[in-house]
């Protein structure tokens, strides 16, 4: 009897109970999204414990594992291969090793992965070898390889576009049939220059998604049909061609999709969209940095063979504070030890500390001293930078290896362009109308401010993202917030004291990510047609900036940094105590 009573509760808890020809199947699926190099329970850049962590999200799964057995999926939706040092010492230092993104998802036993944007930006050298490393399904049904079609056939199905990459996975769970389309964010063109995604083009993703949507339930004819989007809810870039942002479109417009499973937004969401035919789609997104997984418990019937009911709910579960999977961590000590040592190495000396959060309310000691490492290695006659982080610290004292991952968090490269004067001024102009706020009277916002995006990681209590809000360098001007969009700005000279024309062509410093479009400042702000941005390129690094930046440093060995004092807010009787109301309100000081 106890054996007949323990042998329905294991067939209960995995979902394969049978009475009078109806069959229930139980499945749990857990994602993870935009990793960005937070494998192991220890910040790189900061040398201290965090929360969180994929070392932390598997003590979750292995308990899910437990419960479930094989009624689980495990899948991820990209940004792995860029973020904490530990990308970076594994694609660039350590380039001969397997790449340690592959290991973890390898070692965690992921059963799908979709390729991101920022698994895109370290070149082919790089995720073209994570590719082959990775063990699991590769998606990306939208990238479309330009010499071969978008999927070649091979006795009716699509083999793999390139290597690993696939448009589609399948996989079987006690006779449930689920297909999983991937798809990434089609803005790519507009961030990354194209010898980064040599050979790829990107469709856009809902006439993408009907096409393979279409094809899935011609040849496969799953049971569920999941999305694996690295593309936001909505919003973004949006042109006649793409979303940045489709996943809400896609929910819409395709209906068969039973969830979406998404990313890139770097925000918490977990709703039901309604559909073109009545119906409603779920879709999930667990934010970043894995303080979160989503997760969907599925419960299907069948009747007599054939699928009757659909049962979803969708949850997102914090893994802040789980249990740190020892084994795992000990798995990977060397590697980890490795990585400590790399970024321990010291590179020269501050003599005072600097912090981002001062960027956002004039000149600062952060946001300058890139600017003047940009200018010295460029000789540019101008700079442009904006604030990579929210709220960082640069301590005085020994500068090391981990502190140029908190100066500057990406690996764009250095681009040097040709632009006008009024193009300078119109771009500032762009940059300032999402940085600032038109005041009519001393009781406004200085800042563009919104409650509602204090828990966005990108936008941060700010109304647009503020890694658009470029601030100059080697021209002094002034930023009149009384007046309207696109008149704040007024360049009084450049800083050497030479006076500044509009029709004058400069050579304008900045990354790749805004020389090629990156914000829109320079095509919708400076008016400059994209397809002309390459032909405005004078010099481009061949390695990543902070390569550049470190080396500087390195070279000068001790540096004080101080703001330059080249711009500033007025009128200073309005601003002043308006911009220490807003320090308030997004700083608490």
Not at 253 to 274: A, C, L, M, R, S
Not at 357 to 382: C, P, W, Y
Not at 569 to 576: D, H, T
Request: charged residues 25%; proline residues 4%; negative net charge.
């Amino acid at each position: 009897m106890k054996h007949m009573i323990l042998t329905a509760m294991m067939l209960m808890a995995t979902g394969m109970l049978a009475t009078n020809n109806t069959k229930t199947v139980k499945l749990k699926v857990i994602e993870t999204s935009d990793v960005h190099g937070h494998f192991f329970p220890y910040d790189f850049m900061e040398k201290k414990p965090i929360k969180g962590t994929l070392a932390r999200a598997n003590t979750y799964i292995l308990k899910q594992r437990k419960q479930y057995g094989d009624h689980l999926l495990l899948i991820d939706n990209g940004d792995i291969l860029q973020g904490q040092p530990c990308v970076y010492w594994t694609n660039y230092v350590m380039p001969e090793d397997e790449n340690l993104a592959a290991s973890v998802i390898n070692y965690m036993r992921y059963d799908a992965e979709t390729v991101g944007n920022h698994d895109i930006e370290p070149g082919h050298k790089v995720y073209d070898k994570w590719i082959r490393e990775v063990k699991c399904p590769l998606l990306g049904a939208n990238i479309v390889w330009k010499d071969q079609p978008a999927a070649s056939q091979l006795n009716g199905r699509p083999s793999a576009v390139y290597g690993q990459l696939q448009p589609y996975s399948i996989h079987y769970i006690d006779g449930v049939k689920i297909a999983i389309i991937g798809m990434l964010t089609p803005a790519i063109p507009n961030w990354l220059n194209e010898s980064v995604w040599k050979g790829m083009e990107f469709e856009e993703m809902v006439g993408c998604a009907k096409k393979w949507v279409k094809y899935i339930k011609t040849y496969e004819q799953p049971d569920l049909i999941f999305g694996l989007f690295h593309s936001g809810k909505d919003g973004g870039i949006v042109t006649d061609e793409y979303e940045e942002d489709a996943t809400a479109s896609v929910a819409r417009e395709v209906p068969e999709f039973d969830i979406i499973f998404f990313g890139h937004d770097h925000q918490v969401h977990n709703e039901w969209i309604t559909n073109v035919a009545g119906g409603r789609t779920l879709i999930i997104d667990p934010s970043c940095y894995v303080q979160n997984v989503a997760e969907a418990e599925i419960e299907l019937t069948y009747t007599k063979g054939h699928l009757t009911k659909k049962d979803i709910k969708g949850h997102i579960v914090s893994v802040r504070d789980e249990e740190i999977d020892q084994q795992m961590v000990s798995h990977f000590q060397d590697k980890i030890d490795q990585i400590k040592r790399y970024v321990e190495r010291k590179i020269g000396r501050f003599e005072h500390p600097i912090y981002t959060r001062e960027s956002f309310f004039g000149n600062s000691a952060f946001t300058d001293l890139i600017h003047n490492l940009q200018m010295q290695i460029s000789k540019a006659d101008v700079s442009f930078n904006a604030p990579l982080s929210f709220n960082t610290v640069i301590e005085a004292g020994d500068v090391t290896q981990a502190d140029m991952f908190k100066l500057y968090r990406f690996e764009n490269l250095l681009y040097v362009l040709r632009m006008t004067g009024e193009e300078i001024r119109k771009h500032l102009e762009f940059s300032y109308d999402m940085w600032t706020n038109t005041m009519t009277s001393p009781d406004d916002h200085a800042l563009r401010l919104n409650d509602a995006s204090k828990n966005d990681q990108q936008r941060t209590g700010f109304q647009y993202f503020t890694f658009n809000f470029d601030s100059a360098c080697g021209i002094d001007y002034e930023v009149d917030l009384t007046k309207p969009d696109g008149q704040k700005v007024r360049v009084l000279q450049m800083s050497d004291g030479r006076p500044f024309d509009e029709k004058k062509w400069y050579k304008v410093v900045m990354n790749s990510y805004r020389a090629n479009g990156g914000g829109e400042l320079l095509t919708r702000g400076a008016g400059i047609p994209k397809d002309s941005l390459e032909s405005r390129v004078v010099f481009h690094t061949e390695l990543d900036q902070r390569y550049y930046l470190t080396k500087e440093i390195e070279r000068q060995g001790t540096i004080n940094p101080q703001p330059n004092r080249n711009w500033r807010f007025i009128p200073e009787e309005w601003v002043v105590p308006a911009l220490k109301r807003d320090s308030l309100q997004l700083f608490g000081r």
